[in-house]
């Protein structure tokens, strides 16, 4: 196995131009690889360099993986632990997430994160909307029980005009009945 160089042609390439560029080179001839890379990174790599570079990135694939399998379980896992997917839900992106990392799909792992926390902003949106619900509910009761109290206070209050208006009574006898009205004999 040959040593790295640290002036090989990847060396200025983010960790994630470099995967990127792994993606690329899978199943292209070098010729069109290097075309790419010349275009994208303004460096043109030769033959050897390509194929010692590919063999390089393959013994590091398997950790960069498990690496990104590790990263969207976090992702995952904050969004069943903070919001309003549950856990069943999380569990299942989860696994294709790791299935889509791990069989070397890391675009499709990504857009199942991506579609994770869509559905997991959605979710909440609905629980703030069903408390938003509740809480109308509960007022409109409120407000209902209030109108109730309100219409059997008028209620008592036209009896006891009308007693206070009956000339035939006494005012002892006015006085019993209205007290009897509001409930205070």
């Known amino acids: 196995m040959k040593k790295r160089r640290n002036d090989a042609w990847d060396a200025a390439l983010t960790e994630a131009q470099r995967w990127e560029a792994y993606e690329r080179s899978k199943g292209v001839p070098w010729p069109t690889f290097a075309d790419w890379c010349a275009a994208e990174f303004g460096v043109r790599p030769g033959k050897n360099a ?91 009761q409120e407000l209902a029980l209030k109108r109730e109290r309100f219409e059997a206070a008028e209620r008592r209050l036209d009896a006891a005009s009308g007693v206070a208006a009956d000339e035939t009574l006494s005012e002892a006898e006015r006085l019993a009945r209205i007290k009897a009205i509001f409930g205070l004999s």
């Open 50 to 140: 390509i194929y010692d570079w590919q063999a390089w990135m393959r013994r590091q694939e398997g950790a960069h993986r498990l690496e990104r399998a590790i990263a969207a379980r976090q992702e995952l896992k904050g969004l069943s632990d903070y919001a309003a997917l549950d856990g069943r839900t999380a569990d299942a992106y989860l696994a294709l997430a790791n299935d889509a990392i791990l069989s070397g799909d890391p675009e499709k792992a990504a857009k199942i994160v991506a579609a994770a926390v869509q559905i997991n902003a959605a979710s909440l949106r609905l629980a703030e909307q069903r408390q938003q619900a509740e809480r109308l509910d509960l007022q409109r």
